[in-house]
């Protein structure tokens, strides 16, 4: 797989985290999360980060219906988080980011840890003033 680029082909660089995004790296990062965001394109991607699978291989890992798994392969292709190999007869997909695995623990570790409610808040809000829920 190919590193992110910019409009106009320049690849991005390796960067601090404490740097802020430029708008295209705002963009590709926002595409990205939105590829994964989906409990079945995320169980896909599990599947995908250590293996080569078939659609159908994947139907039965997953625990998925073909035709959704296949859907869920093309929105993660079009994403350019995982890419085809094999021939007419039998295409296998898989990551070949070595970046993914990290992504899907950091994903886990923002879920299983979130940030406490601040002090005297009664639990908060989100930034659209609905309450948060646990």
Do not use: C
């Amino acid at each position: 797989m190919q590193p992110r680029t910019d409009p106009d082909g320049t690849p991005f660089p390796m960067r601090a985290a404490a740097e802020p995004f430029t708008l295209p790296e705002i963009a590709a990062v926002t595409a990205v999360l939105k590829a994964v965001a989906g409990p079945l394109r995320l169980r896909l991607l599990q599947a995908l980060a250590d293996h080569d699978l078939s659609v159908g291989q994947l139907s039965e890992r997953v625990g998925a219906p073909y035709a959704a798994v296949a859907r869920g392969v093309a929105q993660l292709r079009a994403a350019g988080l995982v890419a085809a190999a094999g021939d007419d007869v039998r295409v296998r997909y898989g990551s070949t980011n070595p970046y993914l695995p990290a992504v899907l623990t950091a994903a886990w570790q923002l879920a299983a840890h979130p940030a406490p409610p601040a002090a005297g808040t009664g639990g908060g809000s989100n930034v659209d003033g609905q309450p948060q829920h646990a």
